[in-house]
């Protein structure tokens, strides 16, 4: 039905002008008008919503209720100008996500890890912990502006891209989708340290990878505080404006969310606003 199809394309021009990628939002979209297009309707049901939505069997709970989720949301702006529309409710697909369990570090891990240290001088390890945090900041900047930012032209790439980055730009305020999975972070930190040890040798690729892995933790607890949290000090009140302009206003500025000096080093700084005159 070319009308829901349009329908469907206002909607995503109307968020899209709001700061959202919808990426993944204009896929499935587009898949749903074509599938409500072979039932022959043009009125959005709430049965035919599931339908589309759990279609894929291979897919997991998870996946469902995200698809619904898109759905709902074009269904409630489709409901302003037909009244007919009807809008999912939440829960109609039993998922609660499940939290990773932290790890906790043994006593015996401890031990081994302190141990590791013997015959590092202090100096060498505060120094190398230190040197370990600012190539982390280097990191961030450049993997979120070369790797996260990329534009990709195929098909696959813009899939890639949006599970790794686009989905937060989409959905910036979903807890859920501030971290990235073990699964990347794993792999890439080994490769890290790899490199640490082949480079540095031992001890001093310790030291420095404790700075470089204290320096991802404190980024993704800063990321999840910036958008979850109300900074009251004047140092987080401009990290958060800062991280939320990179959001809302200009992707292409702002890369850094814990280091932003990066971006006036390589000249992507967010301009500061001028206060707004008041006429007297």
Known sequence: MSELRNAASDYLALRRSLGFKLAQHGVWLEEFAAFMAKKGSSRITTALALEWATQHAHHKLHRWAARLSVVRGFARLRSATDPATEVPPPGLIPYRPARAVPYIYSHREIRRLLGALRGHGGLDTAGGV????????????????????????????????????????????????????????????AAFFAVFL?????????????????????????????HHARPKGALGRRLHQLHMRHHFEDDTRGFGVSAPWWDTVFRTATPHRKPAKTRS
């Open 130 to 189: 230190v040197g370990g945090y600012a190539f982390w900041t280097l990191c961030e900047y450049w993997i979120h502006r070369s790797v996260f930012h990329i534009e990709p032209r195929s098909r696959l790439g813009e899939r890639l891209h949006f599970i790794i980055h686009g989905v937060h730009h989409d959905h910036p305020n979903d807890p859920l989708r501030l971290v990235m999975p073990p699964v990347v972070t794993v792999p890439v930190g």
């Open 198 to 226: 082949a480079v540095l040798g031992t001890p001093l690729a310790y030291s420095v990878a404790a700075g470089f892995f204290a320096g991802y933790l404190l980024y993704d607890l800063l990321h999840y505080a910036l």
